[in-house]
C-alpha cells in the first residue's frame, strides 16, 4: 500500500499540502471513496495514511481534470507511477480484506485459522488485546488447540506457542 504523501509526490505540478487538505477535508471524493484511506497505524506515533486503489483512481481523475491545486503555470502531465499503483488494484484489494480479517481477529479469537499460528505478531497483538500483559491461553474453538502465551511488558514479548 502507498501512503497518501508518496502517491502525491507522483503527481507532477501539484501544489501538495494543499492537495492533501483538499482530499482529506474537500468536497473532491465523496464519502465511499474517503473511506478507502487508512491509517497504517503500525505504532502509537505513526500517522501514515495509506491510500486504497478506489481512492487513488479518483485522485488520479481529478489530477487528469485539473480539478487539484497546481502551481503556477503548471499543468497534468502522465503520471506512471500512479498508474501503476492502480494496475496492481486487485493485489491491493486483497491486501485490504486480509488486514481486515486479521483486526477481526484480534477482537474475536475464535476467528483465528491455522495459517495465522505463525504470524508471531499478530499472536501477541491477539493475546494483548485479550488477556494483557502476563502468562494467559485462548482456546482456539475450531481445534480445540490451547495457546498458551507469556507476554512481559518492559522487555518485550516471550513466546510460548
Do not use: W
Amino acid at each position: 500500500m502507498r501512503s497518501l504523501t508518496d502517491l502525491l509526490a507522483s503527481l507532477l505540478g501539484i501544489m501538495p499540502i494543499k492537495t492533501r487538505r483538499l482530499v482529506l477535508e474537500g468536497e473532491l471524493l465523496s464519502a465511499a471513496e474517503r473511506s478507502d484511506i487508512r491509517s497504517r497505524d503500525r505504532s502509537f506515533l505513526d500517522l501514515v495514511l495509506e491510500v486504497g486503489s478506489d481512492v487513488a483512481a479518483a485522485i488520479l481523475a481529478a489530477y487528469k481534470d485539473g480539478r487539484l491545486p497546481m502551481k503556477r503555470g503548471a499543468k497534468p502531465v502522465g503520471a506512471p507511477g500512479a498508474e501503476a499503483y492502480l494496475a496492481q488494484a486487485d493485489e491491493l484489494r486483497t491486501q485490504i480484506t486480509e488486514r481486515e480479517r486479521r483486526e477481526r481477529e484480534v477482537k474475536d479469537p475464535s476467528l483465528i485459522t491455522e495459517s495465522d499460528l505463525t504470524n508471531h505478531r499478530h499472536i501477541d497483538s491477539v493475546f494483548i488485546a485479550n488477556i494483557g500483559t502476563g502468562s494467559g491461553s485462548i482456546y482456539r474453538a475450531q481445534a480445540s488447540d490451547r495457546l498458551s502465551k507469556q507476554c512481559r511488558e518492559k522487555h518485550g514479548l516471550r513466546r510460548s506457542v
